[in-house]
């Protein structure tokens, strides 16, 4: 079973939510960013070529123009392999585990798995990130030799940063899953 | 708003000072108040007045000595036989130096806090030492529970998971 919405990020940009259901306990969230726009990557380019421009009439010197070309291409480069994420994914096993996975613009992936036996809930919280308070989703972690203590806490969807309503849907959901997951497991 | 109330409370004298000048509209002061309350409290007093006019005295003084030292010129200081002065550089460099702290404190205060904000992945938001150990009272009936600090996973099961809730009225609420 799949189905998508849309919601919105922090800053009022649109995402988009996948849910797909592969099993009654095994279930699939796609919280995808919106592309990179080319306004601003135009924006960008212009303001990197004036200020070399500028700089070129400062100093009569044509290398600037030529480095101004690189540091833009590479600079490009590196931005959609490094830092912009065009979709992050939590797969949540009940018997298994959850995964989450980011995966950049450039086609590069990053997975990142924790097994059952160390999660101890996944939770909405709200902390102050920059000059907001923010809501955001993240996993609890126990140590299983101390069951009654969060030993970490993990957040997810950190580079989408969803609003509200997008992350109760994720909640209720994934407690779904951990409500049964600890129900029929064996361990007290 | 409190040093009124306090005041009014202790029926201390009023203070008001106008430019220069202050009178005090005495009125009779609480004597049968503690004596650590009087010290602590922020209301107007006859010491504390006679404290604000000393420094507002010394104040002054000292800031005509530095207009004397600025603008008069050397020699003429040098002949009323006053020649010990620091170097009249100081006279512009320290009100620059005193401006431009001012302006890097507000830069650096706003760093320090962004900096010492916690991470979005530290357990300090969610826990502490103090939530770990705190001691449970048991629950007795028709009485106000006992303050405690309720772990994280019950509060988002009352918020998210109840059914009684609907989104919209606790989303205002939140």
């Not at chain 1, 940009?13 to 135009?42: D, H």
């Not at chain 2, 420094?55 to 207009?67: E, K, N, V």
């Not at chain 2, 009936?141 to 988002?156: F, G, K, Q, T, W």
Request: net charge negative; hydrophobic share 40%; with cysteine.
């Amino acid at each position: 079973m799949e189905d998508e919405r849309s919601f919105s990020d922090i800053c009022g940009g649109r995402l988009a939510l996948q849910r797909r259901y592969y099993s009654p306990f095994c279930r699939e969230f796609c919280v995808s960013c919106p592309r990179l726009s080319l306004r601003s990557l135009t924006a960008v380019t212009c303001t990197v070529w004036l200020a070399a421009y500028g700089l070129f009439t400062l100093c009569e010197n044509s290398m600037i123009l030529s480095a101004a070309i690189f540091i833009t291409l590479l600079g490009l480069l590196g931005y959609l392999h490094f830092v912009k994420i065009d979709q992050e994914t939590l797969l949540i096993i009940d018997s298994l585990g959850i995964q989450m996975t980011s995966s950049y613009a450039s086609g590069k992936e990053n997975t990142t798995f924790i097994e059952m036996g160390k999660v101890k809930d996944i939770v909405i919280n709200e902390a102050i990130y920059m000059q907001k308070v923010i809501y955001y989703l993240c996993i609890l972690l126990k140590d299983p030799l101390e069951p009654h203590k969060i030993s970490q806490v993990v957040p997810v969807f950190q580079s989408a940063k969803p609003r509200l309503d997008c992350l109760i849907e994720v909640y209720k959901s994934c407690q779904e899953v951990l409500t049964h997951q600890k129900a029929t497991s064996t361990n007290p | 708003m409190v040093a009124e109330f306090r005041s009014e409370d202790l029926g201390a004298p009023l203070l008001r000072e106008e430019e220069g000048h202050f009178h005090s509209v005495t009125g009779p002061r609480e004597s049968e108040a503690t004596g650590k309350m009087v010290e602590k409290s922020p209301s107007p007093l006859p010491e504390r007045a006679i404290y604000g006019f000393v420094l507002f005295l010394s104040s002054q003084f000292g800031f005509i000595l530095y207009l004397v030292w600025a603008f008069i010129p050397e020699s003429w200081l040098h002949s009323f036989g006053l020649s010990y002065w620091p170097q009249k550089y100081w006279a512009i460099a320290l009100p620059v130096y005193l401006l431009i702290t001012v302006i890097i404190v507000y830069v650096l205060l706003f760093g320090i806090n962004m900096m010492s904000t916690s991470p979005l992945s530290s357990i300090q938001i969610v826990t502490d030492n103090y939530a770990k150990n705190q001691q449970q009272k048991k629950y007795q009936e028709e009485s106000i529970p006992a303050l405690r600090d309720i772990p994280i996973s019950e509060v988002n099961q009352m918020f998210f998971l109840a059914d009684n809730f609907t989104p919209k009225t606790e989303l205002n609420c939140l």
